[in-house]
């Protein structure tokens, strides 16, 4: 069996395509990353508390955690990266998902290297709202917004982002 690795471009519109192995019991649960599609889909097989789907489902978490994992490899393999590409990747994750705070910090992280205070503050204001299940981040984050909101654009400093723990 292959491991499934889709290219940013193949689940850019949202959309996941081909076979899907989940937990009927999960799904059942709750609305875990918009997956209620499948709870509402037929599944062509099960086994157990397995069911396996195969189709296009329209799943825009599951593409924005894609195009948010090819964004971190562009940025922090320890080459130089397309920082324009991966960004672009970022913009559309969180348009996809607003509650990937961790996406949001890169965002920011990116801006700052584009001394733009305006666009900095933004995305670090948009992570610090998004991260309430993670108390211990999020008063990381609301004091990098203090940081940046009292810096000078060419002294602003790029955060530790703690999703890369």
């Known amino acids: 069996m292959k491991e499934w690795d ?6 850019s519109n949202g959309y996941i395509k081909g076979w899907m192995i989940s937990s ?13 599609v499948l709870r509402n889909a037929v599944p062509v097989a099960q086994r157990g508390s397995l069911q396996i789907y195969h189709g296009s489902y329209y799943l825009p978490m599951v593409a924005a955690g894609i195009l948010a994992r090819h964004a971190f ?4 393999a320890g080459e130089p990266g397309d920082h324009a590409l991966a960004e672009k990747y970022l913009v559309k994750a969180v348009g996809m998902n607003p509650e990937m705070w961790g996406s949001e910090v890169e965002l920011g992280n990116l801006a700052i290297e584009h001394k733009d205070k305006t666009m900095a503050l ?14 211990e981040e999020q ?3 609301a004091a990098e917004v203090e940081r940046v909101q009292k810096a000078a654009p060419d002294a602003m400093t790029p955060m530790r982002n703690p999703m890369m723990e």
């Open 6 to 11: 889709p290219s940013p471009e193949e689940v």
């Open 24 to 36: 009927g019991s999960g799904l059942a649960l709750r609305n875990w990353h918009g997956v209620e």
């Open 73 to 76: 490899k562009i940025l922090h």
């Open 122 to 135: 933004h995305w670090f204001v948009m992570a610090r709202d998004q991260a309430k299940d993670a108390p």
């Open 139 to 141: 008063k990381d984050i």
